[in-house]
């Protein structure tokens, strides 16, 4: 899919042609509906000529544009054939990343299919710091904007422009922000200016600070709004879905049986990292003899896909077979690829303070669970810890919605897992990966 940056936003003619095909109507239908003559559309579409702000309402009027959508086109028609203002493009408020998003097709479509059909219209996305969360958000965002035409409302840690769109997106954004992050805005107000129609908001991070206050009533009152919200621990409202985002499959005992580069480079964190790679060494290629040290690497950093990015930055420097060596305790000190302006950080910072942020019982079952190698069922989980059923059962709860402990659903029991850098943030020692 192609992204747009904010030079290449929407001009007027393509805004034209998309609302006119959404629409399901030909031109000449169109030009019957606004009283234009088709000559002048197809020169509108085509970007020969402007249109004036007669034309411009006129065709509004045919297309039945109402409210946010109304605005935008008519900001956009007023603009002349020049490229529509940043906050006309419904999706230029998600953020962008320079790199292509691997091995999330799977979650992203579930997710694009749960929000397009109506069968869930909440989605909360919880899991390990670096996991991902905000890229399949933004990923699952711009598909739906890209179909079915959706504004995307992003709110998030400084992540979205509010100054200088001179649209209505803007404001209908402030106040959305407003309302979600402190109810200084009046939800019944907000629920008028949305209405009917079809809006994505997208809440990354917000619940990690605070309860996003009058979601709730946006999704009971406007039957076209949709929501995501990113944070560490599942955000439990009513109707929410709750999805915890995995890291990326690392290579299994398969691969040691075939021996097959083509198997190898078809699972999701070798396909990360060695995207990653090629880019800190230009013309890399997986070859048998880096084999090892990529399968070694990928599975102790149990797929997670900042530190894989993080390591494969380090291989600058580092040979790939050294940082494979490393132990995992050892790469929780790898900076992070991507920190705050001025404050160093490191893989295992997130982890440590992901653990703090726990409450006391289940951050205590978290160290107690992480004292023993090997994974345990439930009930041996109980027993080992001289713990009441019910108790572990309550804590484990908490910790598989972060994601510090995996449930692993077999065809008898569930096992359950501990990733090795949480292990090793929690017990200082290299855990012997499976």
Known sequence: MVHRTEAEAPSFPELLRFKRIQAG???????????????????????????????????????????????????????????????????????????????????????????????????????????????????????????????????????VALDGHGTAFGPLLRSLRMLVESGAEDVSAVCRLIGRHEVLLVLDGVADARDPVGVEELLAYCPGVRAVSTSRAPWTVAGVQGTVLAPLAAPGPDWEAARSLEVLAGVPSVRLLVDRLSEIRPGFVLGQKDAGAVVRLCRTLDGLPAALEAAAARCGVLSLRRLADMPAAQLLELPATTRAAGVPET????????????????????????????????????????????????????????????????????????????????????????
């Open 25 to 159: 109507l030909t031109q000449r239908t169109l030009a019957d509906l606004s009283t234009i003559s088709p000559r002048t559309i197809r020169a509108l579409e085509s970007g020969r000529v402007n249109a004036r702000m007669q034309t411009v309402r006129l065709l509004a009027e045919a297309l039945e544009l109402e409210g946010l959508a109304r605005e935008l086109f008519v900001t956009a028609g007023l603009g002349g054939g020049r490229p529509a203002p940043a906050g006309a493009d419904p999706c230029l408020s998600v953020p962008r990343s320079v790199n292509a998003l691997l091995g999330r097709d799977v979650e992203v479509r579930a997710m694009v299919g749960a929000l397009e059909s109506g069968h869930r219209r909440l989605i909360s996305l919880s899991g390990l710091p670096g996991v991902g969360k905000s890229r399949v958000a933004a990923e699952t965002a711009a598909r739906l904007s890209s179909r079915r035409g959706w504004p995307v409302l992003w709110i998030g840690t400084g992540t």
């Open 347 to 434: 893989i295992g910072c997130p982890i440590r303070s992901g653990v703090e942020r726990l409450d006391p019982a289940p951050r205590a079952l978290l160290r107690e669970l992480a004292g023993f190698e090997r994974a345990l069922t439930v009930c041996e989980a109980a027993e080992a810890l001289y713990r009441p059923m019910n108790e572990v059962v309550d804590g484990l709860g908490s910790l598989t919605g972060r994601g510090f402990v995996r449930a692993a659903h077999e065809e008898t029991d569930t096992r359950l897992h501990l990733p090795n850098l949480v292990r090793a943030a929690l017990t200082g020692r290299d855990p012997a990966v499976a």
